[in-house]
Structure formats: C-alpha cells, structure tokens
C-alpha cells in the first residue's frame, strides 16, 4: 500500500500523541531515567490510548472520529501542566494562572472541542494532516534519544580499549597491609580553582590535612561535570 494512502487508512496519531510526552520526558532526562522506568511509562501510555481508541471506535462507530476525540484528549491531560507553567515566563498572567480559575476553562475549552467533534461526521480528509504532524513531534525527542545513545556507544567503545597498568602490593615483612581511605569531596573545588575563582585560602586546610598523613593531590580533576 503505498504511503499515502496507509496515511489515509488509520488514525496513527492517537498512538504517536501518547508516546511523545514519555519520550519527551525520557530524551530530557537522559542519563537520569533508566530505560525499563521509560519502557513501563511507555507501554502504560499506549496501552491506555489503545484502548480508549478501541472504545471510541466502537461508541462512534468510525476510526477517524474516535482517533481525533482520543487525541483531543490526550492534548487536554498532557499538556495541561505545560500551558500553565506559562505564567512562569508571563508574569502579567500568574493572577488568571492559577488552577481553581485555569482548570474551570481548561476543561469548557476541551468538552467544546468534545462537542465539536462528536456533531461532526465522519472525514479522513484531517488524518493524514495529523499524522504527519505527531510524526514530526515525534521525531524531535527521538533524534535526541539517538544521539545520545550514539555518543555513548562511542565513548564506551573508546573506554573499553583502555587497560591500566596493573601493579601488586606486597606488605613489609611482619607487617598487615594497611587500610587505604580514598575521600573525594563531592562539589568542593580543589585549592588553587577556589583561590583564583573566590579568592578563598585553604591552605591551613590542606596543611592540617597532611599534617595527619593525609595526601591531598595538587591540580586533580573528575572526569564528570556533576554527580548524579
């Protein structure tokens, strides 16, 4: 069947309308979500929309009727939240912001569109419009979602190539081997950043450090930019 016409034969944006606020979530997470977290989150979204689709079909007795009423309100539940965080951005509307005068109208705007598409009849002419268009917001979370897996890939290829020099310990004759703390400070910037960038000494610090026999190491780095 060709393209156009599998635009044509079923409503696909339902299923790509649900799936777009878990990827989206995911792609701005990534490194923090693991993948089974996202797998569940997803399967439950479209699971849900499947089956309210499945519903719809069988109440208003047309595919596209029933895709566009799912939609509408899977548009309505996800991006509640993101239109009223708009009042962030626009301060001269956080009094009209606020839920108890934002859901009132939240909700008349969805059962108007409710309305609307249950007096309307049954037309295809709008799927393949909507589908490309879920397609395409689709796609945007997805591509960052593959880059970063792409990245990833890469660097571990590039790290599993590496092999440190591995040296044994012996303990002196007679003697345990000792115990080894190693103490990395989490957010805390070694002495010569916090003495150029604050203007901060700390100098008494390391030296009583060391005056107990610890090693402070001089010009360290991590080879991370935060910590999980």
């Known amino acids: 069947m060709p393209m156009r016409d599998t635009l044509k034969a ?8 649900a799936a777009y606020p878990v990827l989206a979530l995911f792609a701005n997470n990534l490194g923090e ?7 569940r989150s ?3 979204s ?21 895709a566009l009423l799912i939609s509408l309100l899977l548009l309505a539940f996800f991006a509640y939240g993101q239109v009223y965080d708009l009042k962030k951005s626009l301060p001269f509307l956080a009094e009209v912001m606020r839920h108890r005068f934002f859901a009132p109208l939240w909700l008349a705007l969805f059962l108007a569109g409710t309305a609307l598409v249950l007096r309307s009849r049954e037309n295809p002419r709008l799927t393949p419009i909507l589908n490309i268009a879920a397609a395409v917001m689709l796609a945007m979370p997805l591509v960052q979602v593959g880059r970063y897996a792409l990245v990833a890939s890469q660097e571990y290829r590039a790290g599993s190539g590496e092999r440190l ?5 012996t303990a002196p004759p007679g003697k345990p081997l000792p115990s080894v703390y190693f103490i990395l400070l989490d957010t805390y910037m070694r002495s010569d950043a916090l003495l150029r960038d604050y203007q901060y000494d700390n100098s ?3 030296e009583r450090l ?16 935060y910590t999980q």
């Open 10 to 17: 079923f409503p696909y944006h339902t299923l790509l309308l």
């Open 33 to 39: 979500v693991s993948t089974d977290v996202f797998l």
């Open 42 to 44: 997803l399967a439950i």
């Open 46 to 66: 479209l699971g849900a929309a499947a089956a309210l689709l499945l519903l719809a079909r069988v109440v208003l007795k047309g595919w596209h009727r029933a």
């Open 165 to 169: 020099p591995v040296a044994s310990l």
């Open 204 to 206: 008494a610090f390391v």
């Open 210 to 225: 060391e005056s107990q026999g610890f090693y402070v190491p001089m010009c360290s780095r991590v080879n991370y930019s």
